[in-house]
């Protein structure tokens, strides 16, 4: 099925959900509500005339200051039955920074949505083991986020196992032969 | 004269193991399209003598919790007990510290004393790694012994007798002058369980350094970890002096071939003995460089379950061959 | 006998395959509850290698990103580039000449048989082979003074450019890629002769690490990881890109989906690699390397006058450099066919010189994440059978 189909498709069936269809350089967004998001992505890879078995790929978009919810969970879903792909866009604002978790329909969701949650803040309701996956277990705030610097210089905040590696290496300087 | 006779075994023999570690590099490397140490004296002739003097000269680290008395006796079981089975081989006629009746079960016993050194290693170290190489080793070795002791069985009968110059003249009475012709299956099954024994390459897993990094010797450091790999060597050497003197005819040729070209009979005996023992050295290098390793399970039951019934049947036939002929 | 087994008491051995352990092929970390011999749990922490290369990309401009997309798996760099080239130039609307992408063609296919060469060195090394990892290097520094040849740089090459390739390639390239290909497939018979039928291998490599397809599908994995299963997905011939669609070759499927059915599927896919290289060079077409429209990377002259480049004049004119009357805005996925499984690049603009977002679709983020799954109830042995076949780069796992 075509991009363009397979929305109008779901846009039929799930009038009240969908937002918004966006389609740019032959690949088409379907963005929908998160209140029934978890049970479309469901009927996504149960509708036979869907078939969306592959979840490609799961991450978050930050758009702060340029639009309102904040946050953006990104689902590409592809079909290996049909071979179509489609683009869906759900919606989270920073006050209820949760959505429901998919890791019940497609299992490669579990390290995707560990690393949304690292990143950007978003806890995905109902995922078995959420904790960080790329920044250090202790790490304090969520990198990705545009308001987070991307050179370092945080001074207080700084990772204590940083600290800890710079006060021991000028502890173990005095051993230096100069 | 006797401790002369030793100083010269031991001396001779630790000579042999330095240069088989750098003969192992550059076989091992030639076969891998490589050159092996180049760089050390002429084609890296010094090699092991750089080696030895940079073990030598090591800090002696010896980690804090481990258990320091079976830490520090643990390197020297092995060597102890390798270099004790060189007591009873001779090497050519006349030659042997100690000639006694019992000489090859003397060599089965001391290694599987070695066995201990590898235990108390694993043990003392006090570290996961170093734990699970030794069980694996120990449980190894131990199966293995079996299938060795049993494959030599065959031997014994033919020759009648455990003294190991006996067995050597013994196989002179044949026209072959060989045990491996009628014994071919105990060879078989002797050189396998020899390969386990010594922990070398296909069942080399408990050193394995991709899985355990180097198993139960991984604490060791300079001199002990030096013990260690010497030990390793002298049961290679000792492994391959058992074979050529139970199947190959030791330091003899046989008889068809002195009768064919007698001019070979005036080349001394230690030549063929040390021939016959390089050749199983390569033997081992060769199989180091082409295979790869057996996992756990298929070792366990390699051992139990093909090598000792093989060698089992091999007793029978034997037995029986020897009743009817 | 069940009764004595209950009253003995054994205890759980908890082991650590740290960052570093030479098994491990980069800084992975396992975790691993031991119950003897037999692994109860395993459980991989990454991130060790994480340098937030999506953060860096949403401050720098589309060119600029381009070296960072190097180091993602880094032993596969021209797959990296040529993807994310790709990225941009379908979110650009540029299109790379003829002979551009027939030489990124050649490019990622060089790199294929590199990235599986070290694959299958090392994998072998770990079970015990070494012999394999000597033979088959000798192959590839033939391919990386090739690189060096072409562009400078045997391994962080940033070599193919949006809109093209950055330079063209030389006759003597030409000549010693031929040669290659010529001498390339007895050597991979060379490998298989001392691992392919050796009861050892097989009995290591056999029925371990199993994954149906269905098991496969639902947990995302890609390239061999899931044609070693049987589904046929290979992003070369599903969505041709570069000169994909011009070139005849098969996509080798495996049956049962365990190691040694992947170690086919690459070894097969090591043959059919050589067969495109060779096709591209028979057909290699003349013309510009680079299209017109390509983003342009002139040092502009007053920056280039002074003796110490002044930076922040650099980076001000980058930004400037090529006024597009639209960077569009919108948002495009693009999916090449890495030598490790489906490489991903998700670009967000919003008008910028900048990207807003790039997300990497990494596949070996997605592969170590079916360790456990692989690792449970099987012997510690079979643990490092399936890290090698998993195929990972940690650089590409945490970006």
């Known amino acids: 099925m075509e991009p363009k189909q397979i929305a109008s498709r779901l846009q039929r069936a799930f009038s009240a959900d969908v937002e918004k269809i966006r389609e740019f350089r032959g690949q088409t967004t379907v963005t929908i509500g998160k209140r029934r998001s978890r049970e479309i992505l469901g009927h996504l890879a149960a509708w036979p005339e869907f078939s969306f078995d592959y979840l490609e790929d799961l991450c978050g978009m930050d758009y702060l200051g340029k639009k309102e919810p904040r946050f953006e969970v990104v689902y590409h879903l592809h079909s290996l039955k049909h071979r179509h792909t489609i683009r869906i866009r759900v919606p989270v604002s920073e006050d209820d920074c949760a959505i429901d978790s998919v890791v019940d329909i497609w299992a490669g969701a579990d390290w995707h949505e560990r690393e949304c949650y690292d990143l950007f803040g978003i806890t995905f309701v109902g995922h078995p083991d959420l904790r960080r996956i790329l920044m250090p277990e202790d790490w304090q705030g969520y990198p990705l986020r545009k308001d987070y610097p991307v050179q370092s210089d945080l001074g207080e905040r700084e990772w204590p196992g940083f600290t800890d590696v710079v006060k021991t290496a000028e502890e173990n300087s005095r051993y230096e032969v100069r | ?325 | 006998m069940p009764n004595e087994a209950k009253r003995f008491k054994t205890k759980e051995l908890t082991l650590n395959m740290g960052p570093q352990h030479p098994a491990t092929h980069g800084v992975l970390r396992l975790v691993l509850d031991l119950d003897g011999e037999t692994v109860v749990k395993c459980t991989p922490h990454v991130g060790y290698l994480h340098r937030g290369i999506e953060k860096l990309a949403e401050n720098r401009t589309y060119t600029a990103v381009l070296p960072l997309t190097d180091r993602l798996d880094y032993i596969s760099n021209m797959t990296n580039n040529a993807g994310y080239c790709l990225a941009v130039e379908r979110l650009f609307g540029i299109e790379a000449p003829a002979r551009a992408k027939y030489i990124r063609t050649i490019m990622s296919e060089m790199t294929r048989i590199s990235s599986h060469i070290i694959w299958l060195a090392t994998h072998a090394l770990d079970l015990g082979a070494m012999t394999v990892f000597l033979y088959s290097f000798r192959e590839r520094e033939g391919l990386l003074d090739l690189f060096e040849m072409t562009c400078g740089a045997r391994l962080t090459v940033s070599y193919p450019r949006i809109g093209g390739v950055r330079c063209d390639v030389s006759r003597e390239f030409l000549d010693g890629l031929y040669a290659f290909t010529e001498e390339f497939p007895r050597r991979i018979d060379e490998y298989e002769t001392l691992i392919d039928k050796n009861r050892i291998w097989l009995q290591r490599t056999k029925g371990i690490g199993v994954l149906t397809a269905e098991e496969a599908i639902n947990w995302g994995m890609s390239g061999p990881m899931l044609r070693g299963s049987g589904v046929s997905y290979d992003v070369r011939k599903d969505v041709p890109y570069d000169a994909y669609g011009d070139v005849d070759f098969d996509v080798p499927v495996g049956a049962n989906g365990d190691v040694y059915d992947r170690y086919r599927c690459r070894m097969e896919e090591l043959r059919q690699s050589n067969r495109i290289i060779r096709q591209c060079l028979d057909k290699l077409p003349p013309g510009p390397v680079l299209a017109d429209e390509a983003p342009d990377l002139d040092m502009p002259f007053e920056a280039a006058k002074k003796q110490v480049p002044d930076m922040s004049l650099l980076h001000a004119s980058i930004s400037l450099v090529k006024e597009y009357d639209a960077v569009p805005e919108g948002e495009l996925y693009s999916a090449i066919e890495a030598p490790k499984g489906e490489l991903g690049f998700y670009l967000v603009s919003d008008g910028n010189t900048r990207p807003f977002r790039m997300r990497v679709r990494a596949p070996s983020f997605v592969h170590v994440s079916i360790l456990p799954k692989l690792c449970a109830g099987h012997l510690l042995a079979d643990v490092i059978a399936n890290i090698g076949t998993i195929d990972v780069v940690l650089g590409e796992c945490d970006r």
């Not at chain 2, 002791?149 to 003249?169: A, H, K, Q």
């Not at chain 2, 003197?245 to 230690?270: D, N, R």
């Not at chain 2, 390089?278 to 756990?296: D, I």
Request: overall charge neutral; glycine content about 8%; charged content about 15%.
């Open chain 2, 1 to 325: 004269m006797i401790l002369l006779k030793i100083a010269v075994v031991v001396g001779v023999t630790m000579l042999h193991v330095a240069y088989a570690t750098y003969f192992e590099r550059k076989v091992i490397g030639h076969m891998q399209v490589r050159l092996g140490p180049m760089r050390v004296g002429y084609h890296g002739l010094l090699q092991p003598i750089a080696d030895s003097i940079k073990l030598f000269f090591k800090e002696d680290i010896i980690p804090t919790d481990a258990d320091k008395p079976v830490f520090k006796l643990a390197p020297i079981v092995p060597v102890f007990a390798a270099l004790s089975a060189l007591a009873v081989v001779p090497i050519f006629e006349g030659f042997v510290i100690a000639d006694i009746n019992i000489g090859l079960l003397f060599i089965l016993a001391m290694s599987s004393l070695a066995a201990y050194g590898i235990v108390m290693a694993g043990w003392a170290s006090n570290s996961k790694y170093s734990f699970l190489g030794g069980l694996r080793s120990s449980a190894q070795v131990v199966s293995y012994e079996v299938a060795i002791g049993l494959s030599l069985v065959g031997v014994m009968l033919l020759s009648g007798s455990l003294n190991l110059s006996e067995i050597v003249r013994a196989q002179q009475r044949h026209g072959h002058g060989m045990f491996v012709i009628p014994q071919f299956i105990g060879y078989f099954v002797f050189m396998v369980a020899a390969f386990a024994e010594t922990n070398r390459a296909p069942f080399d897993l408990p050193e394995a350094e991709s899985e355990l990094v180097a198993g139960y010797f991984v604490e060791y450091s300079g001199m002990r970890f030096a013990l260690f790999y010497a030990a390793e060597y002298i049961g290679m050497i000792v492994m391959s002096c058992i074979a050529v003197l139970c199947f190959w005819g030791g330091w003899t040729l046989p008889p068809m071939i002195v009768e064919a070209l007698p001019a070979l009979a005036k080349v001394p005996g230690i030549v063929w003995f040390l021939l016959k023992v390089y050749g199983h050295l390569f033997l081992f290098y060769w199989v180091r460089a082409s295979l790869p390793r057996y996992r756990y399970d298929h070792l366990m039951s390699l051992g139990w379950k093909v090598l000792i019934p093989l060698a089992l049947g091999n007793i029978v036939l034997t037995s029986l061959a020897k009743f009817l002929l």
